[in-house]
């Protein structure tokens, strides 16, 4: 796992409904990849219909021994540009305690968590109002976790969050470089 201040070098920030590509993006340059493509291209890359959209919602999902359909458009867009990973996508039960395993960087695709310092939400999703449906959800990379909280990079907020509480996550995708995939040497773009 790269260090915080690592993944804090690497912060992608969001545009429209874009914070799982940001967060993905984020994780990927903190692992090595270089020359990414800009945020809105690179939302249709991972499923997006449109530029700065979401994947649909089906994408985070697999058929039980292979991966989902984001998981292949991440290791493909990754080994586009210089890193072999391994990209796994599944969901979370709301008990189970999250934390980012060594060697990995972990997207917490959320339903609700801090909006904001100091305010707690669904970012505008509500079960009981259908029109809200297409709206809400956040991903952050989860940067570690222990009894203060959650220490997150969020798209919607420059530098390092502490999350007092846990967000209440409902997928996860968990990003891991390949053994012999060493990341390209530094470049000219590097993360801002």
Known sequence: MP????????????????CTTAAILAGLRALGARHLPELGAACRR???????????LLDYVAVPGRPAPLDRR?????????????????????WRRLRPAPGEVLVANLAWGQERPGRYGTWGWHPLRPSTYATGGHSVVLAAADAGGWLVLDPNHPGLQRWPRPGLAVTVTRLRRLEGSSPPPPSSDAPR
Do not use: M
Request: proline residues 12%; hydrophobic residues 40%.
């Open 3 to 18: 260090t915080p201040q690592a993944l804090e070098k690497c912060w992608v920030p969001n545009q429209g409904a874009a």
């Open 74 to 94: 991440v290791e493909r867009l990754a080994a586009e540009h210089g890193l072999r990973i391994r990209s796994r996508t599944s969901p979370w039960v709301p």
């Open 46 to 56: 991972l499923g997006a219909s449109v530029p700065y959209g979401a994947p649909g």
